[in-house]
């Protein structure tokens, strides 16, 4: 009876220290994932695909994660499996409660993981960071969140960014009825039009809320509109902000173009997937 139970407690414990190892040894591969991502802004994913990918983020921790509160589904045309990817690390991060790791992978997620603007010490990036710690009243950073964030991260590289971001003052940006061009948020002209043309492929497809984007360019809209509404019916506005921002082959542009179904909805081009962050 003692020799069995001996070998039981024996078991038992090489079974939690193997459980320990394990949970070491995944904890280590999310770092290591996060800070290539940081420095890289890639994790060397090859035969990139097409495919419709969803960051999972509603209820989740409000009271860690204010200002990203809402899931993202998003359709790229190019980068498939690093989005499932980061999704993934982002799942893995919540539920660690890396809540810095949470905030930056989603802004990757957000901006269809292009390799430039995924890298910490990107202009694009730092904005979409500055935006995660902004009061919701826009009247400056929140401290609190700075110091969660930083000491939530994997990487070092990204605690730092979060630090830094205290030093900042919030520009509140007023925006025009239509159209509405951004220099901070551009993306190459070329990408968008390629992403036009694929979507004009496709025109058959309903666009309900569904989110496209192509290397650096993503389209989205703000609305709701019947199922008859087609993709096809958004080139006007494509080529509105084409006229109105674009800039020596960049643009970055939101528009309220009259859909079927659903007049006046908001449209937006840019490094940005979601265009419900802008203000209507």
């Known amino acids: 009876m003692h020799l069995s139970s001996s070998i039981s407690l024996g078991l038992w414990a090489l ?37 419709q990918v969803w ?5 989740l921790a409000p009271e860690h994660l204010p200002r990203i509160q809402e899931d993202v589904s998003l359709y790229t045309h190019d980068r498939g499996e690093s989005l499932k990817a980061i999704a993934d690390l982002g799942a893995a991060a919540a ?13 990757v997620f957000s901006m269809n993981a292009h390799a430039e603007h995924a890298k910490v010490t990107s202009p694009q990036m730092r904005e979409l960071l500055l935006a995660a710690v902004t009061k919701a009243d826009g009247s400056g950073v929140d401290p609190v969140l700075i110091k969660r964030y930083a000491k939530t991260s994997s990487s070092p590289a990204l605690a730092e960014a979060f ?17 509405t061009c951004e ?22 497809h309903p666009a309900y ?4 984007c192509y290397k650096t360019c993503c389209m989205s809209f703000f609305g ?14 494509y080529y ?22 659903n007049p006046v909805t908001a449209v937006c081009f840019g490094m940005r997937s979601q265009c419900e962050r802008l203000s209507l």
């Open 15 to 51: 079974g939690s220290m193997a459980a320990a190892s394990n949970k070491l040894d995944a904890h280590a591969a999310h770092a290591r994932a996060v800070q290539a991502l940081v420095s890289d802004g890639s994790l060397g994913m090859q035969d990139e695909s097409a495919a």
């Open 55 to 59: 960051f999972k983020a509603s209820g």
């Open 95 to 107: 539920k660690a409660g890396a809540w810095g790791d949470v905030v930056y992978l989603f802004n």
């Open 163 to 179: 630090k830094a971001l205290g030093t900042n003052t919030v520009t509140l940006i007023s925006r025009d009825v239509q159209p």
């Open 183 to 204: 220099k901070d948020f551009q993306v190459d002209m070329a990408d968008c039009q390629t992403l036009m043309a694929q979507i004009e492929d496709k025109n058959s």
């Open 209 to 212: 809320s569904e989110i496209n």
């Open 224 to 237: 709701r509109p019947r199922p008859a509404f087609r993709k096809i019916h958004l080139l006007p506005a």
């Open 240 to 261: 509105s902000c084409v006229d109105h921002c674009g800039d020596g082959g960049q643009m970055s542009c939101k528009v309220h173009q009259d859909l079927p179904g």
